[in-house]
């Protein structure tokens, strides 16, 4: 299995790792195959992604893909944070062997939990928003 550079340099000095404390939106996701699980926390201020950490206990790959993950939402509106998808963090990582693509989409999840969660807070039904990764 090859991984690219960039997944290597994210796994081995992870970006944005952590927890917030009083998050705007926090999400979880997690995969049965594998059992990995990704947590994300979102401080969200005027519409922007001010801030964003995660926490994830899993393989090299969901820790690279949380890390890109927290990189290309940082600074956003919510309304382009949604629109992430595991092709987007794939692509920002140069590529992931096909048997860790499922990393990806974990990520992607995590995102949309935590926004989906900071919805629900402001009183917005997130199911529109859920459905576009169900
Ligand atoms: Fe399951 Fe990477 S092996 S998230």
Redesign the pocket.
């Known amino acids: 299995m090859q991984y690219s550079q960039k997944v290597i340099e994210h796994f081995t000095n992870p970006h944005n790792v952590g927890e917030i404390e009083n998050a705007d939106g926090v999400g979880e996701a997690g ?1 049965d ?4 699980i ?1 947590k994300m926390y979102l401080k969200i201020e005027n519409n922007i992604i001010k801030d964003v950490k995660f926490k994830t206990f ?5 820790i690279a ?1 949380s890390s890109i993950a927290t990189d290309l939402i940082k600074g956003k509106s919510v309304e382009d944070a949604v629109k992430l998808t595991n092709k987007a963090v794939i692509d920002a990582l140069d590529g992931l062997p096909a ?2 693509v ?2 990806s989409v ?1 990520a992607e999840e995590a995102v949309k939990a935590a926004l989906a969660d900071y919805y629900k807070r402001q009183g917005i039904d997130p199911a529109p928003l859920l459905e576009s990764f169900e």
């Open positions: 995969n195959k594998c059992g990995d990704m899993g393989c090299a790959s969901a893909t048997i860790k499922h990393c974990l």
